[in-house]
C-alpha cells in the first residue's frame, strides 16, 4: 500500500456549483478524503459551448488539480463527462477517473409508464455519450429531453425556488408530465439542488433519479480496489478529510451563494486562467 495515496486529494470539478451535489455525497461516503473542487465558474455554463472548448477547460482544470496532487478526478459534470471522459483518461492514464452519464440505465429498469424525461444541457445531449446510452437502454421506451434554458444560471444565482426557476421548470416538465413520464433523470449535477421543486411540479408518483450517490459509490469502489482509501475512511475514529474549494470566478459572490449549497466548512480561494492553465490569483 503506498502511504502517499492515502491521504492525497480527491480532484473534483465542475462549471459551477452544481458538482457540489457529487462533492456532498463523497464527503458522505468517504469522509477522511481530502476533496479539493474546483468550479470554472468564468465559464459557466458549459451545457452552451462546443464539446472541443469543454475538453479543454476539463483538460486545464485536470492539470491544475493533478498539480495539486490529486490521486483521483471525480468529473462531477455531465457536460464535461460528455465532452471530454474519454480524452482525458487517454492523455492522464495514470489516473483514475470518474465520471458521469444520464442515468437512463436505472430509469428504463424502473419505469412502469414506459415514458422517461431526461433533464441535462444541450452539450450533454449532443455527445456520442448520450446517443449510445440510447441505443442501449431505452429502446422499447420513450425518452423525452429538455435542455432546461437558463436553470443553471438561475441556479448558480442561488435561485433555488425563485418564479423565474419554477417557470422554467414547468415548462420543461409540462409535456413530460402529460405523456405520462413517471421517472426524471438529473443529467446535470446542477439539478438535485432544485430537485425539491421538481418533485413538488411533478407530484409525488413521479421518480427522480439523482445520480451523485452511485457517483460517490464508484469512486469509494475504485480507491478501495487500489488500496488509496484514506486512513480513517469511515472508521471508528471519525476524522473528516478538508474541503478546499477553488473558483476561477468571482471570489466574493461564490462565498455569498456557498450556504445554499454546502453546510460543512471549507477554505475557498480565486483561480485564474491564463491561457490553456488555471493558476492562483496574485491580488
Ligand atoms: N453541471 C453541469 C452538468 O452536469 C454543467 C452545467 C453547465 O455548466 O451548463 O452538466
Given at each position: 500500500m503506498n502511504s502517499e495515496h492515502l491521504s492525497a486529494p480527491l480532484g473534483v470539478f465542475d462549471s459551477g456549483v452544481g458538482g457540489l451535489s457529487i462533492l456532498k455525497e463523497l464527503h458522505h461516503q468517504v469522509p477522511a478524503e481530502h476533496l479539493i473542487y474546483v468550479a470554472d465558474q468564468a465559464h459557466v455554463p458549459y451545457g452552451a459551448r462546443s464539446l472541443a472548448q469543454v475538453r479543454q477547460f476539463s483538460e486545464g482544470i485536470t492539470r491544475f488539480l493533478l498539480s495539486q496532487g490529486a490521486k483521483m478526478i471525480v468529473v462531477a459534470c455531465n457536460t464535461a463527462s460528455a465532452a471530454a471522459l474519454h480524452y482525458l483518461r487517454r492523455v492522464f492514464p495514470e489516473t483514475p477517473f470518474v465520471g458521469m452519464e444520464p442515468a437512463l440505465k436505472p430509469a428504463a429498469e424502473t419505469t412502469r409508464s414506459g415514458v422517461v424525461g431526461v433533464l441535462a444541457t444541450?452539450?450533454?445531449?449532443?455527445?456520442?455519450?448520450?446517443?449510445?446510452?440510447?441505443?442501449?437502454?431505452?429502446?422499447?421506451?420513450?425518452?423525452?429531453?429538455?435542455?432546461?434554458?437558463?436553470?443553471?444560471?438561475?441556479?448558480?444565482?442561488?435561485?433555488?425556488?425563485?418564479?423565474?426557476?419554477?417557470?422554467?421548470?414547468?415548462?420543461?416538465?409540462?409535456?413530460?408530465?402529460?405523456?405520462?413520464?413517471?421517472?426524471?433523470?438529473?443529467?446535470?449535477?446542477?439539478?438535485?439542488?432544485?430537485?425539491?421543486?421538481?418533485?413538488?411540479?411533478?407530484?409525488?408518483?413521479?421518480?427522480?433519479?439523482?445520480?451523485?450517490?452511485?457517483?460517490?459509490?464508484?469512486?469509494?469502489?475504485?480507491?478501495?480496489?487500489?488500496?488509496?482509501?484514506?486512513?480513517?475512511?469511515?472508521?471508528?475514529?471519525?476524522?473528516?478529510?478538508?474541503?478546499?474549494?477553488?473558483?476561477?470566478?468571482?471570489?466574493?459572490?461564490?462565498?455569498?451563494?456557498?450556504?445554499?449549497?454546502?453546510?460543512?466548512?471549507?477554505?475557498?480561494?480565486?483561480?485564474?486562467?491564463?491561457?490553456?492553465?488555471?493558476?492562483?490569483?496574485?491580488?
Open positions: 444541450p452539450a450533454t445531449f449532443q455527445g456520442e455519450l448520450y446517443a449510445s446510452l440510447v441505443n442501449r437502454y431505452a429502446q422499447d421506451i420513450t425518452v423525452l429531453q429538455d435542455t432546461c434554458p437558463g436553470l443553471v444560471a438561475q441556479i448558480e444565482a442561488g435561485e433555488k425556488n425563485g418564479g423565474e426557476t419554477r417557470r422554467i421548470l414547468e415548462k420543461a416538465l409540462e409535456p413530460m408530465l402529460s405523456a405520462g413520464a413517471d421517472t426524471l433523470v438529473l443529467g446535470c449535477t446542477h439539478y438535485p439542488f432544485v430537485s425539491e421543486l421538481i418533485q413538488q411540479i411533478s407530484g409525488p408518483g413521479v421518480r427522480i433519479i439523482d445520480p451523485a450517490p452511485a457517483v460517490a459509490r464508484q469512486a469509494r469502489r475504485l480507491l478501495q480496489a487500489r488500496g488509496w482509501l484514506g486512513e480513517a475512511g469511515g472508521s471508528s475514529t471519525g476524522t473528516r478529510g478538508s474541503v478546499r474549494l477553488f473558483t476561477t470566478g468571482d471570489l466574493d459572490h461564490l462565498r455569498r451563494v456557498l450556504p445554499y449549497f454546502w453546510s460543512g466548512e471549507a477554505e475557498s480561494a480565486a483561480l485564474h486562467w491564463q491561457g490553456d492553465s488555471l493558476h492562483f490569483f496574485q491580488s
